[in-house]
């Protein structure tokens, strides 16, 4: 596995445990589905052709943007609810759309919200002519308050993947006639501008050439333009993710918040996903995508009562969970099957196959122990440090170890005497298994206790 390409968020290191519980390794991506860089479209001023252009528009790529409607300017509610329903995030523009809206930071989201249901309710602000109206009740209603170019203000168009400095201040690039972005192209650059920085980066527009528009009127912006860039980012999906302004705040600022924690014990995994954050405007209750070792090529992985999507490949399992949502249980691995002796190495071989297929890998024929236990269960049990130094027991129940290049490895059993002395080669490295119990494996001056069963 090749770690300087997964985006890493949050690292629990498993360590040494004692008893029958261990610590495992379980990371937060940086961005949903485990994405380089997250983009946000927001559609200022609540345009009739919001609704019959860019709705469409959007659905046909099956992405999602944020709508900031202005109250007193009497948007198509109906046709905005219609937009909710189907994911897209509404938010506010303020009550009278004036210079400043200072004194309309609370007011306006009271009336969005008696206009328009959505699940994670009126969150975001977009100010009016992009001047910052009183932060501090900006701060008390919305998760974020948009203002426009970043260079308008001295600061980056993008976002890192921290966020911005002030989340009263969150920039969005200006696109159409008077803004920096006018055609696809301009619009990828940004996107793959934030791929390479794993950051984020927002857009700004109000309505399209040759549409109904309303008092959208400024800056009109070619919906072509905005087409090319969604059949774009759904050809680069696996790198960019695009959903609306307050969905991305909300993973950003739970992932900032939030700890993972994973244990096996008596071959199920308990993955602990909580944070502490708390105010009156969310429940900070959005999906993080996580993922854990793991060596099986089967599981169920369940939170509470709710089974959730689950993927295993490179020898990690993937989900997306809800923090503070309960225990997530990842069980179910292959049941095991008694086997013949000569036929453990060639198991061993296609697990091993399955779990690391972009890792090179070496089979020492020395590490087959004479006496070899015919009969080893599939139980994932790893340990890995800073360094990537990994230590588990595999399917077959091998105790493997990788990146150890050098270091001296040694077993000891349950009574202390050693069981197996030999040098780290670095590659993924069959080391010993030998009968049930519990192991200590040292390598150089690391140890891990790990159970064959
Ligand atoms: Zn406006």
Same mark, same amino acid.
């Given at each position: $596995?090749? /770690?300087?390409? @997964? #985006? ?17 390794? &379980?990371?937060?991506?940086t ?6 860089g ?17 709705g469409?528009?959007?659905? *046909? ?10 109250v ?9 609810q ?18 400043? $809206? ?15 249901k ?9 100010? %009016? ?13 919305? @998760? ?5 170019n970043?260079?308008?203000?001295? =600061?980056?168009?993008e =976002?890192?993947?921290?966020?911005? #400095?002030?989340? &009263?201040?969150?920039p ?15 619009f ?9 920085s794993n ?22 912006t070619?919906?072509?333009a ?9 050809q ?8 609306p =302004? ?10 900032? &918040?939030?700890?993972?924690e ?6 199920n ?23 854990v ?15 959730l ?21 990842i #069980?179910?691995?292959?049941? %095991? ?23 090179s ?12 236990s ?6 994932? $049990?790893?340990?890995?440090d800073?360094?990537?130094?990994? &230590?588990?027991?595999?399917? #077959? ?27 780290? @080669?670095? $590659? ?9 119990? =519990? /192991?200590?494996? *040292? ?11």
């Amino acid at each position: $596995m090749n /770690y300087k390409k @997964i #985006s890493i968020a949050a690292v629990t290191a498993g360590m040494f445990a004692a008893g029958s519980a261990f610590a495992q390794t &379980a990371e937060i991506g940086t961005w949903s589905g485990f994405r380089k860089g997250a983009a946000s479209f927001t559609f200022d001023d609540g345009a009739p052709s919001h609704v019959t252009d860019a709705g469409p528009t959007f659905k *046909k790529y099956g992405y999602k943007a944020t709508f900031n409607l202005v109250v007193n300017w009497n948007p198509n509610w109906s046709g905005f609810q219609g937009l909710a329903d189907e994911g897209h995030e509404i938010a506010s523009h303020s009550n009278t759309h004036g210079q400043n $809206m200072s004194g309309e930071e609370a007011s306006s989201k009271k009336a969005i919200e008696g206009k328009i249901k959505q699940k994670y309710g009126i969150i975001t602000v977009a100010y %009016p002519n992009c001047n910052v109206p009183n932060e501090s009740a900006v701060k008390q209603n919305y @998760i974020v308050g948009r203002i426009c170019n970043g260079s308008w203000k001295g =600061m980056g168009d993008e =976002m890192g993947k921290d966020g911005p #400095s002030n989340w &009263a201040q969150v920039p969005a690039t200006m696109t159409g006639a008077e803004g920096q972005l006018k055609s696809t192209n301009d619009f990828t650059g940004r996107m793959q501008k934030v791929i390479q920085s794993n950051g984020w980066a927002a857009f700004l527009t109000h309505g399209f050439q040759g549409k109904q528009n309303g008092n959208a009127n400024y800056s009109p912006t070619d919906l072509n333009a905005i087409d090319g860039a969604l059949k774009w980012a759904q050809q680069n999906d696996k790198d960019i993710w695009v959903a609306p =302004m307050g969905h991305v705040a909300m993973y950003l600022k739970e992932r900032k &918040a939030s700890k993972v924690e994973a244990s096996s014990s008596g071959g199920n995994i308990t993955v602990k996903l909580t944070h502490n954050i708390a105010d009156n405007i969310s429940k900070y209750d959005y999906p993080l995508s996580i993922r854990v070792k793991f060596d099986g090529s089967k599981a169920e992985v369940k939170q509470g009562d709710a089974k959730l999507e689950s993927k295993i490949d490179g020898g990690y399992i993937y989900f997306d969970a809800v923090p503070n949502a309960g225990d997530i249980v990842i #069980s179910g691995g292959e049941a %095991p099957k008694p086997e013949s002796s000569s036929s453990v190495e060639a198991t061993s071989s296609s697990a091993t196959e399955a779990s690391s297929s972009s890792r090179s890998h070496h089979h020492s024929s020395s590490s087959t122990e004479p006496g070899l236990s015919s009969a080893t269960e599939a139980l994932p $049990m790893q340990a890995i440090d800073g360094r990537h130094l990994v &230590a588990y027991v595999d399917a #077959s129940g091998y105790i493997t170890v990788q990146n150890a290049q050098g270091l001296n490895i040694t077993v000891f059993n349950s009574l202390g005497n050693v069981v197996r002395t030999t040098k780290g @080669i670095g $590659m993924l490295q069959k080391v010993y298994t030998g009968a049930k119990g =519990m /192991y200590v494996v *040292k390598i150089g001056n690391r140890a891990w206790t790990m159970n064959i069963k």
